[in-house]
């Protein structure tokens, strides 16, 4: 088939960024698998306080009680007792990029990532295996009191204030992963703004799994103080291993009175992760919270970032485009909850299923009695490439208040005839014309990233594009 | 029909295998579907009651219901013309649709029927499933149970093995059938009724065929649990309106499945007014090409009514067209919850399906509406969308009726029945549009004026 040939020529059968590097561990727990003596070995090993070991061990009690979820993706080849529970590769943070480890920095490279974009890129957290190894915050921002560090760092250095949210958003028994995340959370960024101040340069931290039968379990919370302003941005990208890995990842926002929190993922792990992150947001009287969600790799990803409006006039916006290629199950949405009067939300969704591929929408739209004057509306779109695709829409709308003005609204369709048909004429090739609708189709999200993370999207979608046309 | 020496077991609350086995002998049923009945309780054994956690299930609690606390069989006397029918069944044909065949089954037995002559010429039979299968049992063994088999879920289980009454229709190929034919449900006990409807449309043929359900006002709790089985054979044309408009003493249940066959059309009308919990499937599977399929849903709850539609628009085949609307009304402390799926299955290329739902919620902040339009596309050539909407009288719609002169209560009853309008417009049949609009006006009478702001 020619199909294949040109797939293979362009080495997409095998996924991009398959390289690793040789292992090499400072820490990692002495067997596989989860157990209280487990999780007591990570809280000592990073000097914890007592609460936060309670804290974690009540979290894997929930984990064990709840049962793993039978809707949504596929679960069942997932074997929590074939995982690492714990790695964490160097001593030290890195004080400077001459202070990262060449085999790290040959890994980034690999990536084509920060050396280039250092300048650009204000503050780089790039964790490696489970735990940030280094860190550089522009020093203005210490001026202005912004805190951004790895969660543990967070948990040693200011211990009062993550002690007074860390899992008051994503209790530990809000679902399996949930739990399991907070037993043995590990890495991640704790982001402190103060009130008033707002950070112009994206905060960014930029991760990889990189052993096998290894989970990633970071933890990020974000506070944003009165009036102030942040941009987050996460992405990801991992090797391929042969057997499955796991990332379950909780992230947990507050946007406070008139507070603006912007939350940009690119996920793109290798087609091999199950990736299953619960990222949750609580935004007080007239605070913003959006999410910008990409979903390009994974085997299995679950993820439906929520934003809870809590106070009056606060407004929630949540940007979701997924790609599913061949055995790729993409199950992302978003969900809304209106408990306030005045308050305003908007779900983007756009995902494209190619091949064998799967997207599913899955969101919550929920208002609360009281919650007057509600504007929510929500906008799902798939395009299907292929005869096998697989598109779902499942999109649960729960209303308790009159006063509300709720929409939802979603098509599916595959590239027009008449649109490729108009591009031809115009002189491109069936797959250029393809590539320009499919990149036209998510536009709309491409447009909310920054320039070189729109540009990657574009580039990846473009890659996994060509060829299609057999 | 009723017989005397109804047996003692039947007249004693609860079901057991005993039970189904004594009502199947006492119907005098062939071997096979005592078989099946068994075979069936069997399975309602088996099966968990649906709780919260089941997804299905997920807002309507069910917990307090338990087929236990109901009289499985009530007869009811045999009548020989309509003036002998209880004067509330008379009064309800009378509002109805003109007809030209008739079915009335009073609680657990059919107590009258009545045929056009033209009708029964051309070959076409309706009667009493009991009858039906005396007279015509192949055609019945073959397609009774074959839509809403007996392990769909725990009240089809419950159906199967304890169903009586129930009508057979049967069209002939070729024959338009052009004057409705309707089938009349009356409770007057504190019973329970599990009727059964099969409707064999064949070939080219054409009908229209109504169910309604009404009950005498009781304080008694009783409980209704239908199935619907509707074939429409190829080029045919079936319209099926369910109408359920009980007293608030019923808990009603209902599974509604039809199957098309080429190039055929069926319209599926199903109102939801009555009841004080009333939980209805309407699934129709598109199994083959070209097949045009149309279903409405109005509904309007008030009190603390709990109205739950699950719909299932299954593409099967290339080539379909279907249209989905369901539009409902909220007020007090009632809860409505519509849960549609499209789903396009694999090889369904050319498919054309919408669904949309939409909510208004009348002066209250106390009523609960859910919204779940679902899609599943396993197809890439097709043109799918849904849209849902919840929200309240529009005010700009108030303030042009109102600036016209009209005074506001009036004028939010125009908006309502505007909104009704999108649906009961789409009905071609007079006698139940005009039921519908006055069931309306009722419920927004109820004292709506007083609770808008």
């Given amino acids: 088939m020619p199909e294949d040939r040109t797939v293979q020529a362009l080495g997409l059968d095998e996924y991009k960024f398959g390289f690793h590097d040789p292992e090499e561990y400072f820490f990692k727990t002495p067997r596989k698998g989860i157990d209280p003596e487990i999780v007591a070995m990570i809280s000592k090993h990073k000097n914890e306080p ?91 921002w210490e001026k202005a009191g912004v805190v951004f560090m790895d969660m543990d760092g967070g948990l040693r250095e200011h211990e009062d204030l993550v002690r007074e949210y860390f899992g008051t958003i ?51 919370l974000i506070i944003a103080d009165e009036g102030s302003y942040v941009h987050y941005i996460e992405g990801c990208t991992a090797p391929t291993y042969t057997t499955n890995s796991l990332h379950s990842a909780v992230v947990e926002l507050i946007a406070k009175p008139n507070a603006r929190i912007r939350y940009s993922t690119i996920q793109n792990w290798s087609h091999n992760t199950y990736n299953l992150v619960t990222k949750r947001a609580v935004a007080y009287e007239d605070a ?39 055995g790729q199950h993409q199950d992302a949405g978003g969900k809304i909850v209106h408990a306030a009067p005045n308050t305003s939300s908007l779900i983007t969704s ?66 027009g005839e008449d649109q490729l048909f108009y591009l031809m004429s115009r002189g491109l090739s069936e797959e250029e014309a393809i590539a320009m609708v499919v990149n036209g189709f998510i536009e709309p999200i491409a447009k909310e990233l920054p320039l070189e993370y729109a540009i990657e999207l574009n580039r990846l979608i473009q890659l996994e594009m060509e060829g299609s046309v057999g | 029909m009723q017989k005397n020496g109804v047996p003692e077991i039947l007249k004693n609350k609860g079901v057991s295998a005993e039970v189904v086995e004594t009502l199947s002998k006492f119907k005098s049923e062939p071997a096979w579907l005592t078989e099946k009945r068994l075979e069936a309780w069997r399975l309602f054994e088996k099966i968990p009651m649906p709780t919260l956690r089941d997804e299905a299930w997920r807002y309507t609690d069910i917990s307090d219901v338990s087929i236990d606390d109901f009289i499985p069989y009530v007869p009811s006397p045999d009548v020989s013309s309509e003036k002998e029918l ?124 109504i169910d309604e359900y009404a ?94 539609h699950h719909t299932l628009q299954d593409h099967i085949s290339p080539n379909a067209h279907w249209d989905l609307l369901y539009r409902g009304a909220l007020r007090d402390e009632s809860q409505t919850v519509f849960s549609g799926l499209i789903r396009v299955e694999p090889g369904a290329q050319k498919t054309d399906a919408y669904q949309t739902n939409r909510n208004i919620i009348l002066g209250t902040d106390d009523a609960f509406a859910v919204s779940l339009p679902n899609l599943e596309i396993m197809a890439d050539d097709v043109k799918c969308s849904h849209g849902s909407t919840t929200g309240q009288v529009d005010e700009t719609d108030l303030f042009y009726l109102m600036s016209r002169g009209i005074p506001r209560k009036e004028a939010e009853k125009l908006v309502v029945f505007g909104f009704f309008g999108e649906v009961t417009g789409r009905i071609p049949l007079r006698g139940l549009k005009e039921k519908l609009d006055q069931a309306i006006e009722g419920k927004i009478g109820l004292g709506f004026e007083e609770r808008v702001a």
């Fill in chain 1, 350 to 415: 756009k995902s494209i299923s190619k091949g064998t591929g799967r997207s599913t929408y899955r969101g919550l739209l929920k208002v609360h009695e009281g919650a007057e004057s509600s504007k929510s509306r929500v906008e799902c779109d798939a395009l299907l490439l292929d005869e096998k695709a697989r598109t779902d829409t499942y999109p649960y709308i729960e209303i308790e208040e009159k006063k509300v003005s709720t929409e939802h609204e979603a098509t599916v369709s595959k590239v």
């Fill in chain 2, 86 to 209: 209880p004067e509330a069944v008379q009064t309800l044909i009378e509002e109805g649709e003109e007809n030209s065949a008739l079915i009335v089954q009073h609680n657990s037995e059919t107590a009258y029927s009545r045929v056009d002559e033209k009708l029964s010429h051309k070959g076409v039979v309706f009667t009493d499933l009991h009858t039906a299968l005396a007279e015509h049992g192949d055609l019945v063994r073959k397609k009774l149970f074959g839509l809403v088999p007996i392990d769909y879920d725990k009240f089809a289980a419950l159906n199967a093995a304890a169903f009586s009454g129930g009508s057979l229709l049967y069209v002939p190929r070729g024959v338009e059938v052009e004057v409705p034919i309707q089938s009349y449900h009356w409770l007057d006990v504190a019973g329970s009724i599990m009727p059964r409807t099969l409707v064999v449309v064949e070939e080219g043929a054409s009908v229209t065929y």
């Fill in chain 1, 50 to 140: 007592e609460w936060m070991l309670e804290f974690r061990l009540n979290a894997l009690k929930s984990f064990w009680e709840k049962p793993t979820p039978q809707w949504g993706g596929n679960l069942n080849e997932l074997d929590f007792d074939e995982i690492y529970y714990y790695i964490r590769p160097m001593e030290n943070q890195g004080r400077s990029w001459d202070d990262v480890p060449s085999d790290i920095k040959n890994t980034f490279e690999k990536l084509g990532i920060p050396q280039a974009e250092r300048d650009i890129l204000a503050g780089v957290g790039a964790q490696y295996e489970s735990e940030v190894v280094y860190h550089s915050l522009k020093e203005e």
């Fill in chain 2, 215 to 308: 009950s005498a006002n009781s304080e008694e709790l009783a409980f209704s649990n239908g199935a619907v089985e509707l074939y429409v054979g190829q080029g045919a044309h079936l319209r099926y309106v369910s109408l359920q408009n009980w007293e608030r003493n019923v808990l009603h249940f209902n599974t509604i499945r039809s199957s098309t066959e080429k190039d055929s059309t069926i319209n599926s009308l199903v109102v939801a007014l009555g009841s004080q919990l009333s939980r209805t499937n309407v699934e129709a599977g598109l199994v083959a090409d070209g097949s045009d399929s149309e279903m409405l849903g109005p509904y309007f709850a008030d009190s603390s009514q709990v109205v739950d």
């Fill in chain 1, 170 to 220: 994503i209790p530990p028994d809000d679902n399996k992963f949930a739990a399991l995340n907070s037993a043995v959370w590990s890495g991640g960024s704790f982001v402190y703004v103060p009130p008033g101040v707002s950070i112009d340069i994206p905060l960014q931290a930029y991760f990889r799994i990189n052993a096998e039968n290894m989970g990633q379990f970071e933890r990020t």
């Fill in chain 1, 288 to 326: 913003t919270v959006e999410w910008v969600d990409g979903n390009l790799g994974s085997k299995l990803t679950m993820k439906y970032p929520a934003v809870y409006l809590m106070g009056e006039g606060a407004r929630g916006e949540i940007l979701s485009v997924a790609y599913a290629g061949d």
